[in-house]
């Protein structure tokens, strides 16, 4: 009696985490789960290395001729700086408003795919409310996100959207939040599942609770019933081909952005996060080994007040971390189990007064005689306050990545206050460069 009590209560705790929070998997999921891995399949890149070089490739070339700076603590009032290959393809435009899908084009890193809702319409957002689950009111993002079209979503005016319960987002979706201050706050979060293509950019999400779940429609043709949410502010679940994008983060219930079962392809740039503890987790579950597909490009983004672990956590898959500012962290900033393999290229590390929390890196579950053999290169980083990052993993892999005739060194850490000096929502207005 008590090993079959005990297998119960494993199967209930597994079932979720399984669904992420599909009370009824019907065929419509069955159908979605098997058109996501199709997808995550396609996405994958064999050679990961080719994509790191790209990227540090546009690095070098958008700071040609500059060098690195302290961070400045005083707002910039100067003329438009585009300080990194993403911003560069857009910021400094004047006619960003009404070339607003130039964006679409600029995605760099394992996320470089994704279009968003380019090759389709505008969508205003006209009313912030979100009272009905089943039948969103027109005007309304949930309305938006459920529509089985292409659409680029924009926003009427300034407005904080509380949500009564998970965001379930359609395919092929750009949230478009420049030119205005929209707030995603006080209420639940976005869930990004077993659908491809989406860009967020430029929304504030914070203080995101759990949604009590029930029967919410995540597009036009289905209504399900969900569970009780996490408390994520960005959950993607079986997803390929994100772009998450000068978004600003903090104080969410559970992780600010979680990536788990399968997800791929995705690219976390120019981003600022705060005030929170467990800041990003790549892969859910050790026992999980379909997050090997996992490639995700962390790049640009500062990680600032208030942060204590999990910048990102990682399991399984492959992860670029480059060109970073770390400068918080109460635990650790880089951890993870299960063999991921992390490349750590030109990030400021600034660590803790704490004496024991200066290593940059936390490896869980497993002893030296395991984790030494995870590949977990660091290259090019800056270490200050007594950080340290411990590397592991075999030269020969090492040398693949970082010193192969044909591939870029990343910029170093101290060009990190240039590259991320307009992290989090710009202030951009009609007629003028952001």
Known sequence: M???????????????????????????????ANEAKKAAAETFNPNPEDVINNLNKDVIFTLKGTNGTRRSLKKYNGACLATNPIDRCWRCQPDWMEN???????AKGFGHRAIG??????????????NDMVNPKPG????????????????????TIRLNQELIMASDKTIDARGVNVHIA??????????????IHG??????????????????????LRTRSDGDGISIFGAANLWIDHVSMSNCADGLIDAIEGSTGITISNCHFTKHNEVMLFGASDAYSGDEIMQITVAFNHFGQGLVQRMPRCRWGFVHVVNNDYTHWL?????GSTHPTIISQGNRFIAPPNAFAKEVTKRDYAEESEWRNWEWRSEGDIMLNGAFFVESGTPTYASKITSRTDMLKAKPGSYVSRLTRFTGPLDCK?????
């Open 2 to 32: 008590g090993a079959a009590l005990v297998f119960l209560v494993s199967l209930v705790v597994m079932i979720p985490a399984l669904h992420a929070h599909i009370g009824e998997y019907d065929e419509y999921w069955q159908n979605k």
């Open 100 to 106: 607003r899908k130039r964006l679409a084009d600029c």
């Open 117 to 130: 809702g380019k090759m389709g319409e505008f969508y205003t957002i006209t009313d912030p409310s979100d």
């Open 140 to 159: 309304t993002l949930r309305h938006a996100v459920t529509q089985p079209q292409p659409l680029w979503i924009i926003f009427a005016y300034s407005m």
């Open 186 to 199: 006080g209420g639940a979060g976005i869930t990004i599942q077993f659908v491809q293509n989406v860009i």
């Open 203 to 224: 929304l504030h999400i914070h203080d995101i609770v759990p949604g009590s779940g029930g029967l919410i429609r995540d597009s036009v043709g289905h209504i399900g």
């Open 331 to 335: 635990m650790y900033a880089i951890g």
């Open 430 to 434: 009609k007629g003028l460069p952001c």
